[in-house]
C-alpha cells in the first residue's frame, strides 16, 4: 500500500497554463507538505498544513496555492505555469509538525 | 535564517570501504536531527535524532547528534553498491511561530564503485 501518493509522476504543459497536481496520505498524518526540489536537487518548503492552518513559504510566488479538501490529501494548485517552475514536487505527511516527514515518488513538471 | 550544511557534497568509494557523512547545522528552536537517503526517486527517512550522544543503528547505517557542537555523522560501514545515493540531513525545529519545520541540507551524493 502507498502512503503517501501523488498524480500524475509527469507533468508536460505550455507557459501559461493551470495544472493541478494531487497528493493523497493514507496515513493518517495530521501534517502534509509541499517541496520543490530544483535542478540542483535541493529540497525546499513550499507549503506546510495542519489542522486547517497553513504555514506558507513567503518566497513561494502566489500563483501557488494548496488545496486541502480533507486531512488526508493536499493539492498544489499552479496558475500561469512559467519556465521556471520547472522541477520536481514533493508531497509529503508527518505525524504532526515535530515527527518525520513520509515523501511521495515525486511529479516532474516541465513547462515549455 | 536555518542552515544544515552537508560535507562532503560528493564521495566516491569502492564497495566494502566506510564512509562517515558530516552534517552541521545553526537552527532556531532545534528539535531534532533526521537523516533521508534519496535514490532516483522520493527521500526516504533513515534516522531521527533527538538527544545528544545517542547512537542510532539500522544494519550497517549508523548515527549520532552532537548537540553541544551542533553536528552529525552518519555511517555506513562495508559498503555496497545499493548504498549509491544522495544522502539529506535535515534539522527539525520546534513547531509554531509561523515557520516550518524543516530544513533540508544540500545533501552528499554517495557513489560506491563495485
Known amino acids: 500500500d502507498t502512503a503517501v501518493s501523488q498524480t500524475p509522476k509527469y507533468l508536460v504543459t505550455q507557459m501559461g497554463n493551470d495544472k493541478s497536481i494531487k497528493c493523497e496520505q493514507n496515513l493518517g498524518h495530521d501534517t502534509m507538505y509541499w517541496y520543490k526540489q530544483d535542478s540542483k536537487k535541493f529540497l525546499k518548503i513550499m507549503f506546510s498544513?495542519?489542522?486547517?492552518?497553513?504555514?506558507i513559504n513567503e518566497t513561494v510566488p502566489n500563483r501557488f496555492s494548496p488545496k486541502s479538501p480533507d486531512k488526508a490529501h493536499l493539492n498544489l494548485h499552479i496558475n500561469s505555469l512559467e519556465l521556471g517552475d520547472s522541477a520536481v514536487y514533493f508531497c509529503a505527511s508527518s505525524r504532526d509538525r515535530n515527527t518525520e516527514a513520509f515523501f511521495g515518488q515525486g511529479t516532474r513538471l516541465t513547462v515549455v | 535564517e536555518d542552515k544544515v550544511v552537508q560535507s562532503p557534497l560528493s564521495l566516491v568509494v569502492h564497495e566494502g570501504d566506510t564512509v562517515t557523512l558530516n552534517c552541521s547545522y545553526e537552527?532556531?528552536?532545534?528539535?531534532?536531527l533526521l537523516w533521508y537517503k534519496q535514490e532516483k526517486k522520493a527521500p526516504t527517512f533513515l534516522f531521527m535524532l533527538t538527544s545528544s550522544g545517542i547512537e542510532k543503528k539500522s544494519g550497517r547505517l549508523s548515527s549520532i547528534l552532537d548537540k553541544k557542537e551542533l553536528f552529525s555523522i552518519l555511517n555506513i560501514t562495508a559498503t555496497q553498491t545499493g548504498d549509491s545515493a544522495v544522502y539529506l540531513c535535515?534539522?527539525?525545529?520546534?513547531?509554531?511561530?509561523?515557520?516550518?519545520?524543516?530544513?533540508f541540507g544540500k545533501g552528499t551524493h554517495l557513489i560506491i564503485q563495485p
Open positions: 498544513y495542519n489542522n486547517k492552518e497553513l504555514i
Open positions: 535535515v534539522s527539525l525545529r520546534y513547531s509554531g511561530g509561523g515557520a516550518d519545520g524543516l530544513t
Open positions: 537552527v532556531t528552536n532545534f528539535r531534532s
